[in-house]
Nanobody, 127 residues
């Protein structure tokens, strides 16, 4: 599976951005698609994920109510819609995929459970 992330940029606090993650190389209809982020000096952290086959979505507490993870089946693409952005959302954002990250109605939040990764895209939120 190859993942191509795009859509980062500079935005003012309170603004919105939409990141895209296009998947190719293999069907991902049974995969979990996730978004992670890493700020300078911090560890990579879970942001959001979607179980593609069932459509269930999962969010970190820090982004609940502000971020969503829609998808486009025809384009094999998952998005991260980010609204009401805050300066603390500034980070490099990564999309990830794994065929075994869904279990018992939830998903793994640890980045080491995801096999495939896209390149990062920088999101900078100014105050």
């Amino acid at each position: 599976v190859q993942l191509q992330a795009s859509g980062g940029g500079l935005v003012q606090a309170g603004g919105s951005l939409r990141l895209s993650c296009a998947a190719s190389g293999r069907t991902i209809r049974t995969y979990v698609m996730g978004w992670f982020r890493q700020a300078p000096g911090k560890e990579r952290e879970f942001v959001a994920a979607m179980n593609w086959s069932g459509g269930s979505t999962f969010y970190a507490d820090s982004v609940k109510g502000r971020f969503t993870i829609p998808r486009d089946n025809a384009k094999n693409t998952v998005y991260l819609q980010m609204n009401s952005l805050k300066p603390e959302d500034t980070a490099v954002y990564y999309c990830a995929a794994d065929a075994r990250a869904y279990f018992g109605g939830s998903v793994y939040y640890s980045s080491d459970k995801y096999e495939y990764w896209g390149q990062g895209t920088q999101v900078t939120v100014s105050s």
